[in-house]
């Protein structure tokens, strides 16, 4: 299970933070992220990051994200943090927590990830930035 926290309101040139823990499914969490959907459009892969050495491992970004966002986890690997700085009112989205065992290879190989790539998924949190 995927449990988010964090999210809200905030105006452009703000920042928030995003909080994921993965309760119960560490097999299926070396590879953990972030998606977001922004009414009427599809799903967008924001950031993830691989479970490697005392929980940190290679981390990956959207392009629309880049330099503005940082992803982060905690040494036991099982709760990821997502900073974001600089928002603007296009980030805001519903966002969601993803995990899955190999994603984090897929966006290595190809330099993208899909939905699809992401086999568990939280409930979302929204995240709102007024202009």
């Known amino acids: 299970k995927l449990v988010e926290s964090g999210g809200g309101s905030v105006e452009a040139g703000g920042s928030l933070s995003l909080t994921c823990e993965a309760r119960?499914?560490?097999?299926?969490?070396?590879?953990m992220g972030w998606f977001r959907q922004a009414p009427g459009k599809e799903r967008e892969a924001v950031a993830a990051?691989?479970?490697?050495?005392?929980?940190?491992?290679?981390?990956y970004y959207g392009d629309s994200v880049k330099g503005r966002f940082t992803i982060t986890r905690d040494s036991e690997g099982n709760v990821v943090n997502l900073q974001m700085f600089r928002l603007q009112p296009e980030d805001t989205a519903m966002y969601y927590c993803?995990?899955?065992?190999?994603?984090?290879?897929?966006?290595?190989?190809?330099?993208?990830?899909?939905?699809?790539?992401?086999?568990?998924w939280g409930q979302g949190t929204q995240v709102t930035v007024s202009s």
């Open positions: 990051i691989y479970k490697g050495y005392q929980g940190v491992g290679e981390s």
């Open positions: 993803v995990a899955d065992p190999t994603a984090c290879g897929v966006w290595y190989a190809q330099g993208f990830t899909l939905p699809a790539d992401f086999r568990h």
């Open positions: 119960g499914a560490e097999w299926a969490s070396s590879c």
